[in-house]
């Protein structure tokens, strides 16, 4: 880590400013995971590979970023936020370049892991930079104006994936991908601030870092808060990693109207997320967890019963994506700020330990739930349903047990 960077301080930027820069940072993920999803019948041809093989692209690539992001944090921590933004995105930009020249599957493999283990760094820096810069109600108002703003990312990806395999082939996402990359790169080394104070970071050493994740995968409150935000996404996820078999089979829709699927998923998220932005400082975290949790267990039970009764069908399939993923935005603020909170003192590592349970979880349901689930939309709402009620379940079990806590500490 010898990287040198500039010595002049930045300013850091309003918030407007910052969320976008953020939000740009996370959409990385999305733009690599659901730009290229119309694609696949493209990817199999051209690469003369199985639907199992290309769909593993995907699964790898999750996995990938699942264990690497269990370091992003660590490392800034270490050695500060904007260093290791920085080098990701360089290293980011190389797998980019390296699918689009792809010749053989696995040749795909291997660079969509290169991939992964780099494009998590903004999402978890990010939510460490928030809490570094905010606390309470303007960290929560600061991250859902990013998640609002990052939401645009999932609309437009599906949508701008199929009309470029379209015209252009499978190839030209990737490299609309690296462009994206390098320029985000040029910005992030111009105007991004360091805002982890040299005298805050922790040593990077192995007696230091065991100790660090020890106390975090030691606290059940932990466990209990990140289970909630992994398992509702895990929810979502089932969806748009069925994607490819979803709408083409059941909803007999092709590359170009993905939309269909991830424009009502993507408003959810962006109206959910206002929402949050709205009442943050108004409404306690518990209350605005309870308000997102009843919309989206409400909305999963229509989905099962018109699934069960019913044959798939516009817009009825998909409808209820729209009201899931505006609870699954309510809750998301006030959950990953509370687990967050839990050690102040390690914000980074803490947000590693997070997305990794989150990708983790997505990247089994992309590999082993979503092939199995994906034959019946009717089991896709069921799986959809089963994930948002142990997260409720985890909601309650996390409730109990920090008043029982408190309780303890009275006596």
């Given at each position: 880590?010898?990287?040198?960077?500039?010595?002049p301080?930045?300013?850091?930027p309003?918030?407007t400013?910052l969320?976008?820069?953020?939000a740009?940072?996370?959409?990385?993920?999305?733009?690599?995971?659901d730009?290229?999803?119309?694609a696949?019948p493209?990817i199999?041809t051209?690469l003369?590979a199985?639907?199992?093989?290309?769909?593993?692209?995907?699964?790898l690539?999750?996995?990938?970023?699942?264990?690497?992001?269990?370091?992003h944090?660590a490392?800034?921590?270490?050695?500060?936020?904007?260093?290791?933004?920085?080098?990701?995105?360089?290293?980011?930009?190389?797998?980019?370049?390296?699918?689009?020249?792809?010749?053989?599957?696995?040749?795909?493999?291997?660079?969509?892991?290169?991939?992964?283990?780099?494009?998590?760094a903004?999402?978890?820096?990010g939510r460490a930079?928030?809490?570094?810069?905010?606390?309470d109600?303007?960290?929560?108002?600061?991250?859902?104006m990013?998640t609002m703003i990052f939401?645009?990312?999932?609309a437009?990806?599906?949508?701008?994936?199929?009309?470029?395999?379209?015209?252009f082939g499978?190839?030209?996402?990737?490299?609309?991908?690296?462009?994206y990359?390098l320029?985000?790169?040029l910005?992030?080394?111009?105007r991004?601030?360091?805002?982890?104070?040299?005298?805050?970071?922790?040593?990077?050493?192995p007696?230091?870092?065991?100790?660090?994740?020890s106390?975090?995968?030691?606290s059940?409150?932990?466990?209990?808060?990140?289970?909630?935000?992994?398992?509702?996404f895990?929810?979502?996820?089932?969806?748009?990693?069925?994607?490819?078999?979803?709408?083409?089979r059941?909803?007999?829709?092709?590359?170009?109207?993905?939309?269909?699927?991830?424009?009502?998923?993507?408003?959810?998220?962006?109206?959910?997320?206002?929402?949050?932005?709205?009442?943050?400082?108004r409404?306690a975290?518990?209350?605005?967890i309870?308000l997102?949790?009843s919309?989206?267990?409400?909305s999963?039970?229509?989905?099962l019963?018109?699934?069960?009764?019913?044959?798939?069908?516009?817009?009825?399939?998909?409808?209820p994506?729209?009201?899931?993923?505006?609870?699954?935005?309510?809750?998301?603020?006030?959950?990953?700020?509370?687990?967050l909170?839990l050690?102040?003192h390690?914000?980074?590592?803490?947000?590693s330990?997070?997305?990794?349970?989150?990708?983790?979880?997505?990247a089994?349901?992309?590999?082993v739930v979503?092939?199995v689930?994906s034959?019946?939309?009717?089991?896709?709402?069921?799986g959809?349903?089963a994930f948002?009620?142990?997260?409720?379940?985890?909601w309650?079990?996390?409730?109990?047990?920090?008043?029982?806590?408190?309780?303890?500490?009275?006596?």
């Amino acid at each position: 880590m010898s990287f040198k960077l500039p010595a002049p301080a930045r300013a850091i930027p309003g918030a407007t400013a910052l969320a976008a820069l953020l939000a740009a940072l996370s959409m990385l993920g999305p733009f690599s995971i659901d730009a290229y999803l119309p694609a696949f019948p493209a990817i199999q041809t051209s690469l003369q590979a199985s639907e199992i093989e290309v769909q593993q692209s995907l699964a790898l690539y999750l996995f990938s970023f699942a264990c690497m992001v269990l370091w992003h944090g660590a490392l800034s921590d270490a050695f500060g936020r904007r260093r290791v933004i920085l080098l990701s995105l360089l290293a980011f930009a190389v797998g980019t370049a390296g699918c689009a020249m792809a010749q053989s599957v696995h040749a795909l493999w291997f660079w969509r892991i290169v991939q992964g283990v780099s494009s998590g760094a903004g999402v978890v820096v990010g939510r460490a930079i928030i809490r570094d810069l905010h606390s309470d109600a303007a960290a929560a108002r600061l991250l859902s104006m990013v998640t609002m703003i990052f939401s645009i990312a999932p609309a437009i990806a599906p949508v701008l994936g199929g009309l470029v395999v379209t015209q252009f082939g499978w190839r030209a996402i990737f490299i609309g991908l690296l462009v994206y990359s390098l320029a985000l790169w040029l910005y992030c080394y111009l105007r991004l601030p360091e805002t982890l104070a040299p005298e805050q970071r922790q040593p990077f050493h192995p007696r230091q870092l065991l100790r660090n994740y020890s106390e975090i995968l030691r606290s059940p409150l932990f466990h209990l808060k990140s289970g909630i935000v992994a398992l509702n996404f895990a929810g979502l996820f089932v969806y748009i990693s069925s994607a490819p078999l979803f709408l083409p089979r059941h909803l007999g829709l092709g590359p170009h109207q993905f939309g269909w699927l991830f424009i009502p998923a993507v408003s959810g998220i962006f109206c959910g997320a206002l929402t949050a932005n709205r009442i943050a400082g108004r409404m306690a975290f518990s209350r605005q967890i309870a308000l997102g949790f009843s919309v989206m267990i409400s909305s999963t039970l229509v989905n099962l019963v018109y699934h069960y009764w019913c044959l798939p069908a516009l817009p009825w399939s998909v409808l209820p994506l729209f009201f899931y993923t505006f609870g699954m935005s309510v809750v998301a603020p006030a959950a990953t700020l509370l687990a967050l909170d839990l050690f102040p003192h390690i914000r980074g590592t803490v947000a590693s330990c997070q997305s990794f349970a989150t990708t983790l979880l997505g990247a089994i349901v992309a590999g082993v739930v979503a092939p199995v689930l994906s034959q019946s939309v009717f089991w896709l709402a069921a799986g959809q349903t089963a994930f948002s009620m142990c997260a409720l379940v985890l909601w309650l079990t996390a409730h109990n047990y920090r008043s029982m806590l408190l309780r303890q500490q009275w006596h």
